[in-house]
């Protein structure tokens, strides 16, 4: 099955999808205002690649795909978009359920993990106070992700595929796309829009867009030695997660809390939030004193569940809505672009878990799973 595609949105999801779809012969084309990695949630500058999540295994299995298809990417741009930093999860005192499913989960899976109890993650990692109890997790072979660089790789390969990219943008007509009034024809319509998905399809998606900053803050102590070797992390103890100083802006430290995307910021972008300033006191004492180098806003997409979302728009069989990332979907990128063109395709039927009508989607807003880790 080929013809024409059109996928609308060029972020980690659309690219991925019009990479795979123009690799099997698709002629397609994408939609989107602004160039491939300048804007939105596939802007910014490092994203976490772990594959932890509880007892569910089919997100660890399709991350661990993933990984090889980023390294594959790698190799055929000449960019480095993968480092190696390994991945520290760090859990509550009072109950570690979710990091030994997650290690059981992985070891059926044959992906490296280790647990440790909190007092030994200080020694194994002196950027880290591990606290007094609590297991720790950690992914020797996950990483973090160059996000803009790892988008802009997927552009290129998408178009040395064959895609056309093309800066535009596209308003739905019972599903079809249409760009200042004039429908776009396409034997299959994709869109992959992230948080303006609910904007252009009210009241038919699952997902609402929400906003979380991150702050950049100055490496310093073990943070700052040219081979720290400090991990990410995710803190489900304290409900943060953050990156070490891979790139240019220092160490990233994100409290995991969302807010509408159109809330105001902070008056003084340069400060550390007294809340932040209290959590690097207590979990990364090096850092606490540590000033702001930039903070980062980022829109994504949440599912009341956090499943992500693929099915057909109601009555188009030619018409599909991706997204429902709900931030951690970038590091799934090109596996998941590889599933998205299996279902099109017809080749294998899209799990329950993510359709529009799913029992249990349209939760209350704001709710969140019990045991949903901190985004990564």
Not at 33 to 53: K, Q, V
């Amino acid at each position: 099955m080929t013809g024409t595609a059109l996928v609308v949105g060029a972020g980690v999801f659309g690219l991925s999808v019009a990479r795979a779809l123009a690799g099997r012969g698709w002629a397609v084309r994408v939609l989107d205002p602004d160039p491939p990695g300048t804007r939105g949630p596939s802007a910014a500058e490092t994203r976490i690649l772990r594959c932890a999540h509880g007892e569910d295994g089919w997100y660890p299995a399709l991350a661990r795909r993933a990984t090889a298809r980023w390294r594959e990417l790698e190799r055929e741009s000449g960019r480095r978009l993968l480092l190696p930093t390994g991945v520290l999860t760090l859990g509550p005192r009072e109950d570690d359920a979710w990091e030994r499913a997650s290690a059981s989960c992985l070891e059926r899976l044959g992906v490296p993990v280790e647990t440790m109890p909190a007092a030994a993650v200080t020694r194994r990692f002196p950027g880290f106070d591990g606290g007094r109890g609590g297991t720790a997790l950690f992914e020797p072979e996950a990483g973090v992700l160059l996000a803009r660089e790892a988008v802009r790789a997927l552009a290129e390969s998408a178009a040395d595929r064959g895609a056309e990219l093309l800066r535009a943008t596209a308003v739905p007509r019972n599903g079809t796309a249409c760009v200042d009034g004039e429908p776009v024809r396409a034997d299959l319509t994709v869109w992959a829009v992230g948080p303006a998905l609910p904007a252009l399809f009210p009241g038919l998606t699952p997902v609402r867009p929400v906003r979380q900053d991150s702050w950049y803050v100055r490496p310093r102590g073990p943070w700052a030695a040219a081979d720290a070797g400090q991990p990410a992390w995710l803190d489900r103890a304290h409900g943060c997660y953050g990156v070490p100083a891979v790139g240019s802006l220092g160490v990233k430290v994100v409290p995991d809390v969302e807010t509408a995307p159109d809330a105001p910021t902070d008056a003084r972008p340069e400060e550390v939030p007294a809340a932040l300033r209290d959590y690097l006191r207590t979990r990364l004492p090096h850092l606490a004193a540590s000033s702001v180098v930039r903070r980062e806003p980022c829109a994504y997409a949440l599912s009341a569940d956090e499943h992500f979302l693929l099915d057909h728009h109601p009555g188009r069989r030619d018409v599909w809505l991706v997204g429902g990332d709900s931030g951690h979907g970038f590091k799934h990128g090109p596996a998941w672009g590889a599933y998205v063109c299996d279902v099109v395709e017809g080749r294998r039927a899209a799990s329950p878990r993510f359709g529009l009508g799913r029992p249990g989607r349209q939760l209350s807003e704001g709710k969140r799973l019990p045991a949903a880790p901190a985004q990564g």
